[in-house]
């Protein structure tokens, strides 16, 4: 292997459990120098997931999510075969209280299709709160907010933040509102829900990719007021223990 590949994994094993900004884009650079060297580099990528999640037991992190990507985008099949073995349903636990299948929504982020995730998060949430397909209202009251089961919030949140790179997320959203001294104005610009004191129209003035601020998605309707993101910024799931990434 040239030193220049055993240098990258060497700094990435270094900075993998770092959790800052700075570092997740160094950490994001380094997975796609790495990748770049085609098999033996993802054959490297893999055999590191697997030491942090199986061997060690590594509390999750961005960069599980990062790796894994750009493992199941890969077209080997030794690696597709590995990846299926070890981790079948991707590396965050698809937990569920409500028998919900969130493996469309993995899916969905792990392609970065922001647009589709959004969509079945907003499925997902009115499942949970007891709103089927026959149900005419398609939006969540507070009261509904407070009946959520913590374990499906926290695996849509996980799911989100992990395959975002900790860009996207409830808790994401939830950390800017409180570091704004809980001001709903000052959340909607700085995540892009507001321009100018304008309200983003749904759905073609959102943005739909990895351009977009941080905390922009998923969305929630703010234009019905702040009840009903406010039960959620307040839900109990935030005070459980191992939520961050």
Request: one cysteine or more; aromatic letters at 12%; proline letters at 3%.
């Amino acid at each position: 292997m040239p030193d220049q590949f055993k240098n990258h994994l060497s700094i990435l094993r270094k900075i993998a459990h770092l959790e800052d900004y700075f570092s997740i884009n160094q950490q994001t650079e380094l997975v796609k120098k790495i990748s770049s060297y085609n098999h033996p580099g993802l054959i490297a990528l893999l055999e590191l997931l697997i030491e942090r999640r199986i061997t060690n037991k590594t509390n999750l992190s961005y960069i599980d999510g990062t790796i894994f990507k750009y493992l199941y985008s890969s077209k080997a099949q030794n690696i597709q075969t590995k990846i299926n073995k070890y981790f079948k349903e991707g590396v965050v636990a698809l937990e569920s209280s409500n028998n919900i299948n969130y493996i469309p929504l993995q899916e969905s982020l792990i392609s970065n299709n922001f647009k589709q995730a959004n969509q079945l998060t907003q499925k997902c949430l009115r499942e949970l709160a007891g709103l089927n397909h026959q149900n005419d209202r398609q939006w969540l009251y507070f009261t509904d907010i407070l009946n959520l089961p913590s374990k499906d919030l926290k695996t849509i949140d996980m799911l989100w933040k992990i395959y975002s790179e900790g860009q996207f997320g409830f808790s994401i959203q939830r950390n800017i509102w409180l570091y704004n001294d809980q001001n709903w104005d000052k959340l909607w610009h700085r995540i892009g829900w507001k321009i100018n004191n304008i309200a983003v129209r749904y759905p073609n003035e959102f943005v739909w990719d990895n351009t977009a601020p941080i905390g922009h998605l998923p969305l929630f309707n703010q234009i019905r007021g702040v009840q009903v993101i406010s039960a959620l910024f307040e839900h109990p799931v935030w005070n459980m223990d191992n939520l961050s990434a």
